[in-house]
């Protein structure tokens, strides 16, 4: 613990306070040796005697988080947040679920906790993918768990509501590229979403990788792919039985469905 929201002062949008003895600073997530201005997102470390030595076991892991900065030894946290004028440290993402689309920041969390306000969506997370056309940047992937009565709609139109929704209420660079479908957001032993679990399931759709014909796109815009067919982990099967893949699925034939994932 290297914060606290102090006694009659706490905020509930920031985690607090450096505590006594502790060093809190925010950096640049390039170098991690650059002191960000207030109010200006970087990642979180901190420095002082409460600092762990390390990982049990994990000697890359201990060196990634534990660094040397100004002579001191500092545990970089992997939270991405910033300090205000007042002290107050506010967390935004973990930086490894952190976007940069078009040279912008993009955190995850603020679009999941936008897509809130929608009531067909019972669970949504944001993936991040490589951008190939512009190297550096990322897609803005949004897997969504919808509610029981939204799974009676037309999914086309259900995703066509919630791009809507994010064009309305969002800056452009935030808007998904795509929106995968899924019957349930797979979640840790902590009841948190298990972005990794996703990650691994994400598999790009594209005419050379499945082998689609133009013929096919253009009837079957929409095919439902098997977890074997994507190449889930076996652990993940029990939980990812079936999983939407935005661009070329829901609706096959047995037969075609062959030749496009063979």
Known sequence: VHVCNP????????????????????????????????????????????????????????????????GRTWMFTGDVGFMDEEGYVH??????????????????????????????IAQSAVIGTPDTARPGNDIVNLYVELT???????????????????????????????VILIEQIPVTALAKIDKKALRATKVRIHADIVRL????????PWVRIHADAVRLKPDLRATLPWVRIHADIVRMNPDPRQEMCG
């Not at 603020?110 to 809130?116: A, C, H, M, V």
């Open 7 to 70: 006694p009659m002062r706490s905020r509930p949008a920031a985690v607090g306070i450096p505590v006594a003895g502790a060093d809190t600073r925010v950096v640049d997530l390039e170098t991690g040796t650059r002191e960000m201005p207030f109010n200006e997102p970087g990642e979180i470390i901190t420095s002082g005697p409460q600092l762990m030595t390390g990982y049990l076991n994990l000697p890359e892991e201990s060196a990634r988080a534990l660094r040397v900065l100004d």
């Open 91 to 120: 967390v935004c993402d973990r930086a490894k679920d952190m976007l940069i689309v078009g040279g912008y920041k993009v955190f995850s969390v603020e679009i999941e906790d936008k897509l809130k306000q929608l009531d067909c």
């Open 148 to 178: 029981p009565i939204a799974r009676a709609l037309d999914p086309d139109e259900v995703r066509a509501g919630i791009l809507a929704f994010c064009r309305e209420h969002m800056a452009p660079y935030k808007v998904p590229k795509q």
């Open 213 to 220: 014909k133009p013929d096919l796109r253009a009837t079957l």
